[in-house]
T-cell receptor, first 118, second 115 residues
Framework: DGGITQSPKYLFRKEGQNVTLSCEQN?????MYWYRQDPGQGLRLIYY???????QKGDIAEGYSVSREKKESFPLTVTSAQKNPTAFYLC?????????????????FGPGTRLTVL | QQPVQSPQAVILREGEDAVINCSSS?????VHWYRQKHGEAPVFLMI?????EQKGHDKISASFNEKKQQSSLYLTASQLSYSGTYFC????????????????FGKGTKLSVKP
């Protein structure tokens, strides 16, 4: 079955540690996205990638880093510089990047990773 | 820069109708609508493109007023399965006229349908 997987589902880390969240898709989608979700805040864009080896900052990129070395993988690292990292993190992908091809921009979301900093 | 959604929450009885609004201060290329059930990933509902179109499937439809930068989601004869949080995602127009290349989501509208 095609889809997006995120691991782990729950993640705990100590303050001051970096942690990497995994996102893998086998949908052959070009574009991938990372969002952060806090209660009452909706989905806020952290980083997005329209093609392999390229990515752009979203609205809240400070304290995060990403890489896109393979089409199917878009890991997110939450660094110790992120002031308030406890949140629910969602990864998504779309066939084409937003703005490229009408009708192919629907975003498919993974199940999410809930990160708690202790 | 987030679009503003209203109302923040709504409670319905089965069979009642609801309207959820999404308003942006920026020029929009398109509006996406998603529904998220508690503890689950958001699920795509529909995309509306600039040009002022209207779309729908089953008893959920939406409109997009390009001039007002507003979109509305209409839920007719609501069912228990409609419960969840609805998000609009806006694709903004870039300063050169094309798409900004990403979506900015509103804070969501929590819809509860009671028997």
């Amino acid at each position: 079955d095609g889809g997006i997987t995120q691991s782990p589902k729950y993640l705990f880390r100590k303050e001051g540690q970096n942690v990497t969240l995994s996102c893998e898709q086998n949908l052959n989608h070009d574009a991938m996205y990372w969002y952060r979700q806090d209660p009452g805040q909706g989905l806020r864009l952290i980083y997005y990638s329209q093609i392999v080896n390229d990515f752009q900052k979203g609205d809240i990129a400070e304290g995060y880093s990403v890489s896109r070395e393979k089409k199917e993988s878009f890991p997110l690292t939450v660094t110790s510089a992120q002031k308030n990292p406890t949140a629910f993190y969602l990864c998504a992908s779309s066939i084409d990047p937003i703005g490229l091809t009408v009708g192919y921009n629907e975003q498919f979301f993974g199940p999410g990773t809930r990160l708690t900093v202790l | 820069q987030q679009p503003v959604q209203s109302p923040q929450a709504v409670i319905l009885r089965e069979g009642e109708d609801a309207v959820i609004n999404c308003s942006s201060s920026k020029a929009l290329y398109s509006v996406h609508w998603y529904r998220q059930k508690h503890g689950e990933a958001p699920v795509f509902l529909m995309i509306l493109l600039k040009g002022g179109e209207q779309k729908g499937h089953d008893k959920i439809s939406a409109s997009f007023n390009e001039k007002k930068q507003q979109s509305s989601l209409y839920l007719t004869a609501s069912q228990l399965s409609y419960s969840g949080t609805y998000f609009c995602g806006t694709e903004r127009v870039h300063h050169y006229g094309g798409s900004q290349g990403n979506l900015i989501f509103g804070k969501g509208t929590k819809l509860s349908v009671k028997p």
